[in-house]
């Protein structure tokens, strides 16, 4: 991997980590809601989204340094995970806890003074772990969607 795309990505990376704490520190005090009153209506969601990207760009932060420090940054077809996989993070992290809430899957959570603290953890270790989410939740598809493989019974004519 070139130089200059080593350090667009790392940019991107620690961008996407610091400023998702800076959007959740924003949307803590309130700061858009009065700029733009849609936000109050979205703003768990918002609170989802930027937990899942703190937890991708943290584990792609990682996973990014320490294959740059092994030199191990020679394949040129993974800067493509380094960019979109924070991204799809973010929005599969807001899912996860759409279907945790709807009872699809079963994990409880108990409130807390109205604060979502641990559906936005969820949503953290979503990012975090993203590719074995989806794992899990592939498995959970097949289960839930599964198709006989028998050959149905032919009717007799």
């Not at 191990?72 to 759409?98: D, K, Q, S």
Request: aromatic residues 20%; positive net charge; charged residues 15%.
């Amino acid at each position: 991997m070139k130089r200059w795309l080593k350090g667009v990505i790392l940019t991107y990376l620690s961008l996407l980590f610091f400023g998702s704490f800076i959007m959740v520190g924003m949307l803590w005090t309130g700061t858009f809601e009065s700029k733009i009153p849609l936000i109050a209506e979205i703003k768990i969601f918002l609170y989802y989204f930027f937990a899942g990207a703190i937890g991708a760009s943290l584990r792609h932060l990682y996973m990014f340094c320490s294959h740059y420090m092994k030199d191990e940054l020679n394949n040129y077809r993974e800067w493509i995970m380094y960019i979109f996989y924070p991204i799809f993070a973010t929005g599969t992290a807001i899912i996860a806890v759409t279907l945790i809430e709807s009872g699809i899957l079963l994990i409880q959570f108990t409130d807390y003074e109205d604060t979502p603290f641990a559906q936005i953890s969820i949503a953290f270790f979503v990012g975090f772990g993203f590719n074995r989410f989806l794992n899990k939740l592939n498995a959970v598809s097949k289960n839930l969607f599964k198709t006989n493989d028998t050959i149905p019974n032919k009717q007799n004519k």
